[in-house]
């Protein structure tokens, strides 16, 4: 038997995932106060986001959502986030994989998390743009299940200041 050994990078990327993760059940808890807001960057193409197919028409590969003060039925499970924005006047309820955000910012605090690529995401593959229809179901499978929890301090995390060199 071969003993594996410890994937600290894995490690990591779970790690800023539950701080993400924790951070919007804060939210979803408590509100968010003041001008506390977070800019959130994934990428559209993964299997799982699940959005209307002319929003993935505009936004292939990526987009960045802010939740600050019009959202709706924001809702955090053990995997993902669903949240209900607004685009051009059409509201639309949004599912995001944490394995698919790339970044996690609350720029009233100087707050930002990159998140690296690998872990889940390796296992996320590409996926067909969803109908209306189709994320209004997820919606209502998806909305009861919510987590809780606190938020961090101002800081910038990289991994560039863990590795070797």
């Known amino acids: 038997m071969s003993v594996e050994p410890i994937d600290y990078l894995d490690l990591t990327r779970k790690a800023l995932r539950g701080v993400m993760s924790e951070s919007l059940s804060h939210a979803v808890e408590n509100g968010l106060v003041g001008e506390q807001h977070f800019y959130i960057t994934f990428r559209t193409n993964l299997r799982g986001v699940v959005m209307p197919d002319w929003l993935q028409e505009q936004y292939p590969e990526e987009m960045t959502i802010v939740v600050q003060h019009e959202y709706w039925d924001l809702a955090v499970m053990p995997d993902r986030f669903s ?83």
């Open 83 to 165: 949240i209900g924005l607004s685009f051009s006047a059409r509201q639309v309820t949004l599912v995001i994989p944490f394995a698919a955000v790339k970044t996690f910012a609350d720029p009233s605090v100087n707050f930002q998390l990159d998140i690296p690529p690998g872990g889940l995401d390796q296992e996320v593959e590409p996926m067909a743009a969803v109908s209306d229809a189709d994320v209004q179901a997820d919606e209502t499978d998806e909305a009861s299940e919510t987590s809780e929890s606190p938020s961090s301090e101002a800081t910038v995390v990289s991994l560039d200041a863990f590795r070797k060199k």
